[in-house]
C-alpha cells in the first residue's frame, strides 16, 4: 500500500522533509520542483508510514486504500510523475 498525494498539493515541501525513503518527488533540489504544479510519491518506494499524511498543511494526501473515488485517478498519476506503471 502506499499514499497519493491529490491535486489540492501546494507543493510547500513539508511532505518531503519528514519522508523516511524519499519517495516523494520533485525534491527541493531537483530544478523541477519549482515548476511542479504539485508533487507525487513514488508508489514502489512508499513505505506506508503515514509521516508526510500527518506533515501536509493541506490534507492532500491520502492512503491509497482511503482513496476518495472522486480522487482515484490520482493513484495513476503520481505512479506517472515518478515513473513508475500502476499496478
Do not use: K
Request: charged content about 20%.
Amino acid at each position: 500500500m502506499a499514499y497519493v498525494i491529490v491535486g489540492t498539493c501546494i507543493n510547500d515541501a513539508a511532505c518531503v522533509d519528514v519522508c523516511p525513503v524519499d519517495c516523494i518527488l520533485p525534491r527541493p533540489n531537483d530544478p523541477r520542483f519549482r515548476e511542479a504544479d504539485m508533487l507525487a510519491i513514488d508508489p514502489a518506494a512508499c513505505i506506508d508510514c503515514n509521516a508526510c499524511a500527518e506533515a501536509c498543511p493541506v490534507n492532500a494526501i491520502y492512503s491509497e486504500h482511503r482513496l476518495p473515488q472522486a480522487l482515484q485517478r490520482y493513484r495513476r498519476i503520481n505512479a506517472e510523475l515518478t515513473g513508475r506503471a500502476v499496478t
